[in-house]
């Protein structure tokens, strides 16, 4: 007899199983940092907890990150440094943060209970030193924990919120804390008893005619395997980055900022697709997240971007990935960093730039350039005029970061699409409550389904207003809560 055709795109009928080959509580979909908070969260709780990882070992892309968790409002480390945060500080910035469409609700309890985590998470064992770092780093390249990592201090976000900074790195020495973190959380998960299978794909849900989830098929050993899920099925699988057709429907512009993606290798967007295929509703599915970071050194902060009007676009001051999405979106790709001799580096993230330009004045660079005569002339007169004076009347680039470009030679990097690829990941997903259920298009409670982490939309969900450590924490901090909510159903 053929196997049936299981795929993401469409649930198995629960009452075409004959029988059940593994039962559980609480069956998640993903290893990563959500499907890790969302297992001890549930062991916890006393449920029983299986969970099902696509590849050979646990920590999937949160592994990948600098272990930053974005949180404000005043932890002990913003006080020791001497820096004011209020939980209304912090709950303006996210809102802010997530743009047109911020789940409000979500960002109230995330908001509210964000400190509460922090100590959560050093509960499980992530540890924190906190300590300040000044500056401004993507991630620290040192064992400190507080960060200046998004827009705080930036035009318009320092309009509404209080600057503070509000990334909080995990300890780790040098770059790329995500993997201890990771570390820490999966062997928390594993000690309360959580059991996980390893190189198992999540094929489909299993669902009822009423569209309520009773457990999934997965392959384990090359065999479909009928799981039962008595509490329910969190999906905890990641974005969609990875899947061709998925980005080509839901995010075309990805394709043109030559990608490179953030992942594992397994957001293929098939817990995405599992939800969509018992009725789940999805939001920002075009949002993305997209870099090419700049800094360090300090000094490149203090140039500006022109596009091929020679004309300034963005606040360079601001999140490198927000400046990062300005750039992208200029006509036809183009986009230069002009510095002069006092500013001029190579970023350390991508120090094979390519250097478009030298020149003794900026008439020169204008015309290397190809740029229309007297434009990058009179914008460069202006700035210097004003950066002189400690202003920035266009674009409010605050004081610090300002400094004419006098000082000969000049120079353009060469921010232009190809020749600096982009690192980008997706953040639209299921739309859910903030405790996990996942909703359909009514509104309604799909039974027997939960996500979190980037399967489902979050916090962030604006790629010009992502700020680092967003994601670890969204996906940390509803991970726990979908972990909560599938025991009590």
């Known amino acids: 007899m053929t196997a049936p055709p299981f795929t993401p795109s469409r649930a198995y009928p629960r009452e075409e199983v004959a029988r059940w080959d593994i039962e559980t509580d609480v069956a998640i979909v993903g290893f990563g940092i959500a499907g890790a908070c969302a297992a001890i969260e549930a062991r916890a709780a006393g449920a029983a907890v299986t969970i099902f990882e696509v590849a050979a070992a646990a920590g999937g892309s949160s592994a990948m990150s600098g272990g930053e968790f974005y949180i404000g409002g005043g932890s002990a480390t913003q006080k020791a440094a001497g820096f004011e945060d209020s939980v209304e500080d912090f709950r303006a910035y996210l809102t802010m943060a997530a743009g047109p469409g911020a789940d409000q609700p979500r960002i109230d309890i995330y908001a509210e209970q964000g400190l509460a985590h922090l100590d959560w998470l050093a509960e499980q064992g992530v ?33 509404v919120a209080r600057p503070a ?12 804390g995500g993997a201890m973190v990771m570390e820490r959380l999966i062997a928390r998960a594993l000690a309360l008893g959580a059991e996980p299978h390893f190189s198992a794909r999540a094929l489909c849900l299993i669902a009822d005619r009423a569209g309520a989830v009773h457990g999934l098929v997965v392959r384990i050993d090359g065999t479909a395997r009928m799981v039962r899920a008595r509490s329910g099925v969190i999906l905890a699988s990641g974005g969609f980055i990875c899947n061709d057709d998925m980005v080509r429907q839901y995010a075309p512009r990805v394709s043109t900022v030559n990608p490179y993606p953030i992942t594992a290798g397994n957001d293929d967007g098939s817990g ?21 970071t700049t800094f360090p050194p300090e000094s490149l902060i203090k140039g500006i971007l022109v596009n091929e009007q020679g004309q300034r676009f963005i606040n360079e001051d601001a999140y490198h990935g927000r400046v990062a999405q300005y750039a992208l979106r200029q006509s036809n790709g183009r986009v230069w960093m002009l510095l002069d001799d006092a500013t001029f580096g190579r970023p350390e993230s991508f120090p094979q730039v ?30 210097n005029r004003n950066a002189a004076q400690g202003t920035d009347p266009l674009f409010h680039k605050q004081p610090e970061w300002l400094q004419p470009l ?14 600096w690829p982009a690192v980008v990941f997706t953040l639209g997903g299921l739309v859910t409550r903030p405790t996990g259920e996942v909703l359909d298009g009514a509104g309604s409670v799909i039974p027997g389904l939960y996500a979190a982490g980037r399967a489902a939309c979050g916090v962030p969900r604006w790629g010009d207003g992502y700020s680092s450590g967003m994601s670890l924490g969204d996906a940390s901090f509803f991970g726990r809560l979908a972990g909560k909510s599938a025991p009590a159903r």
């Open 127 to 159: 540890p924190f030193k906190g300590t300040y770092l000044p500056g401004r780093w993507p991630e620290p390249p040192t064992d400190d924990t507080l960060i200046w990592c998004g827009s705080e201090a930036a035009w318009p976000f320092r309009d």
């Open 165 to 176: 900074p509000r990334g909080h790195t995990a300890q780790a020495f040098g770059r790329g």
């Open 272 to 292: 995405i697709r599992m939800g969509q295929s018992v009725g789940a509703a999805v939001t920002h599915m075009e949002q993305f997240f997209a870099t090419r």
């Open 354 to 383: 390519t250097i478009a330009a030298v020149g003794e004045s900026w008439a020169e660079i204008e015309a290397e350039l190809g740029l229309p005569v007297g434009e990058l002339v009179h914008t460069m007169d202006a700035y």
């Open 406 to 419: 006098t000082k000969a030679p000049f120079a353009a990097l060469s921010a232009c699409i190809p020749e």
